[in-house]
């Protein structure tokens, strides 16, 4: 080869090595270009405001009840690990981080018609006057343990009813009427059952109940005899009766690392009702009001009489199966419980946010849920699209947060100081929208954003999304909940 030939070969090689070079810094500028412009903001940009927010939030959870009941008595160990990780492991599961563990009341074995529906006969402790059996409700128990490991740091134990003999119908089901189901005589006993279980459970298994909640749905008169779960009825007056029963419970026993939550209605409009009729005694009794939000409407009533008062607030139960027939695939149990973890955030305010069970029962053929398994038979499980829905929120915002509301009303953002993470989370069910956000009052040096997106063809789909120096811009699909995680970003001073 002759000099000339090679010296033209070398410098083609220099050539194509250097636009390569340049090429790839010109796409690195050009990747980090949105990091150092700005967005044109309008009045159509969603502001997220840190003096908007409020503090104080604990994290997500769930009641064990039923799925507990029965998944801990499986034999398959391995199957009962995969659950547990879904539902509890920050990494590879949803990271839910409180529990709520239901006291069961015990069925009448002797009843001639057990109604209760599968997992729904939770053992109770006495099954008999007088007579203890603490290796009852193993299922429950070993789920409770299990999910303790797995990172859980807030437990409360919970009642649907008390023992069947302490009952008016000597059934755990409710009153043949849907009236009070405790017996005048019996309320005392019943304290002392449910502060024996907290005292045992703290003794024997070494699990502290942070608080106790001897109602459930109590001014709801559908607790009739029949019912296919446990549920008592309590008149507001047997409501304030109970609560300082086990008030006085819990103090001779010396068990003060455990206090009192309530009353658990149905709707926010009961609970507020309730606990407007409550007298002072069973107020300052209340260390811990719990509300599921089902229905009603005075969420921003409930939020202002739990901080005049002092008290704790927690969203202690919702869930939804949506509008569709079975189909784990189902999107409209994903919008509607996108709609109310977000209204409920935004307005409600609660330090806490527990969905009714994360495994339902396969066999009830709806949409509740976010795993599934037939609780009659087998030992299998499926996800449903609502887990990932889940996930969108639980995964990303985190305990300690500070939630902020937005100004958009399908939004809600949180920032959690000690991980510098921003999670922004909106719910869209028209059609692909552009959506803006303002991060103003926030500085980072970031370039790209995640993203994770649960639509009718995604699975919690991650990607990356550029950042604007004030903010960020992205399209949300039709009938879907994303979520943008910002990293390393603080608020300005």
């Known amino acids: 080869m002759s000099a000339g030939k090679r010296k033209i070969i070398i410098l083609s090689i220099l050539v194509v090595l250097t636009a390569a070079i ?12 949105k990091a150092s412009e700005l967005l044109t903001l309008d009045e159509s940009t969603i502001h997220i405001q840190p003096e908007a927010g409020y503090d104080g939030f604990e994290g997500w959870g769930t009641s064990l009840a039923w799925w507990g009941h029965v998944l801990g008595q499986w034999s398959d160990q391995k199957k009962l690990d995969e659950v547990m990780d879904l539902v509890f492991d920050p990494e590879k599961g949803l990271g839910l981080n409180i529990v709520r563990y239901n006291i069961g009341g015990g069925e009448d074995p002797h009843i001639a ?3 209760l529906r599968p997992g729904g ?11 203890w059996d603490w290796e009852a409700d193993p299922g429950q128990r070993k789920v409770l343990l299990g ?8 437990a409360e134990a919970f ?5 069947y003999w302490m009952t008016v119908s000597g059934s755990v089901t409710g009153a043949v009427d849907g009236g009070n189901n405790l017996k005048d005589e019996y309320y005392e006993h019943f304290a002392d059952y449910l502060t024996e279980v907290v005292k045992q459970y703290k003794e024997k298994w070494g699990v502290t109940f942070r608080t106790l909640n001897p109602l459930n749905e109590p001014a709801s008169a559908w607790w009739k005899k029949g019912n296919i779960q446990e549920g008592t009825h309590f008149s507001m007056d047997k409501q304030m009766e109970i609560i300082q029963k086990v008030s006085e419970s819990l103090q001779s026993k010396g068990l003060s690392d455990t206090v009192i939550s309530g009353p658990d209605e149905n709707s926010v409009d009961e609970t507020l009702e309730m606990l407007e009729g409550y007298d002072a005694a069973t107020i300052n009794s209340l260390a811990q009001i719990n509300t599921h939000t089902y ?3 005075k969420l921003m009533e409930i939020r202002d009489f739990a901080q005049e008062k002092g008290k ?8 939804t199966g949506g509008s569709e027939s079975h189909n784990h695939e189902d999107m409209s149990s994903v919008m509607e419980l996108g709609e109310r973890i977000i209204f409920d955030l935004r307005v409600l305010q609660p330090a806490a946010w527990v969905y009714w069970q994360a495994v339902e029962d396969e066999s009830a053929k709806n949409n509740w849920g976010f795993i599934h398994s037939d609780f009659s038979v087998g030992e299998n499980y499926e996800l449903t699209k609502q887990y990932y829905a889940m996930a969108n929120f639980s995964k ?27 999670t922004i989370v909106t719910r869209n069910e028209q059609s692909d929208k552009d959506l803006t956000y303002d991060l103003t009052p926030f500085e980072f040096d970031n370039a790209i954003a995640k993203i994770y997106q649960t639509s009718a063809s995604k699975n919690l789909e991650e990607s990356e999304l550029p950042l604007y120096k004030n903010g960020v811009q992205l399209t949300v699909g039709q009938q879907s909940i994303t979520t943008i995680v910002i990293s390393n970003i603080r608020i300005k001073d």
């Open 22 to 33: 340049w090429g790839g810094t010109m796409i690195n500028r050009s990747g980090n270009k």
């Open 113 to 115: 018609n057990n109604t």
């Open 121 to 131: 006969d939770v053992p109770g402790f006495q099954p008999e006057e007088g007579k």
């Open 147 to 154: 999910a303790l490991q797995r990172g859980v740091t807030i």
């Open 159 to 163: 009642s649907n009813s008390p023992p």
């Open 295 to 297: 229905n009603g409407s």
């Open 312 to 319: 704790h607030l927690w969203m202690s139960e919702y869930g």
């Open 396 to 422: 990303f915002i985190l305990p300690d947060s500070l939630i902020i509301p937005t100004d958009d009303g399908r939004t809600v953002a949180a920032f959690n100081e000690a991980k510098q993470q921003l």
